[in-house]
């Protein structure tokens, strides 16, 4: 599956991000889990306040769960699945037919702002299809974010960001 994963979070991030995205979420699909380190048993997610906060603390192993019901601005999106990693947040969804125009541009306003609770944002895209297609990804989101000029060319010759080159980021802009 393609994943946007937002990388290089402190701890409080990833905290807030998970919240974030929790609160969006009309419901979790299926029954996820968490392995706790310390009791070497899988719980339940909503056993704990905040199961990413044992992650970062290094007391639970990463864990993905399915969201359902996420909705941005009255548009509904398709199932988003969220990996939660220490210093990382990764969203990854399924191709289809489900993801028409609205519903695209919803993840973007969606990424837009998780981006906004994030004091440097670094943003990695796996497009899982045998192509590199990060460089595209990060110059459509650029330009629907207002991180870059709205006439920009589609296929600006330029270099645009990439996902590798975490060096010196714009101010106020993520490293994509």
């Keep these: 599956m393609p ?11 990833v905290e807030e991000i998970y919240q974030a995205l929790r609160q969006a979420t009309r419901f979790l699909v299926g029954s996820p889990v968490f392995r706790h380190r310390g009791e070497h048993a899988d719980k339940p997610l909503d056993s704990v306040p905040n199961a990413a906060r044992l992650v970062v603390q290094g007391e639970a192993d990463p864990f993905h769960f399915l969201c359902r019901g ?3 601005d009255g548009v509904p999106l398709p199932d988003l699945g969220v990996f939660v990693l220490d210093t990382a947040v990764a969203l990854d969804y399924e191709r289809g ?4 125009p609205s519903q695209v541009a919803g993840l973007f306003r969606l990424v837009r702002s998780l981006f906004g609770r994030v004091a440097r944002p670094v943003l990695a895209y796996d497009a899982d299809n045998g192509r590199d297609e990060s460089d595209r990804f990060a110059r459509v989101l650029s330009v629907f974010c207002g991180w870059a000029p709205a006439s920009a060319p589609a296929d600006p010759p330029a270099d645009p960001p990439r996902t590798s080159d975490r060096r010196n980021p714009p101010e106020g802009n993520p490293v994509i």
């Design 97 to 100: 037919p489900a993801w028409g």
């Design 3 to 13: 994943e946007i994963c937002l990388q290089g979070l402190t701890g409080n991030e």
């Design 70 to 72: 996420i909705t941005v």
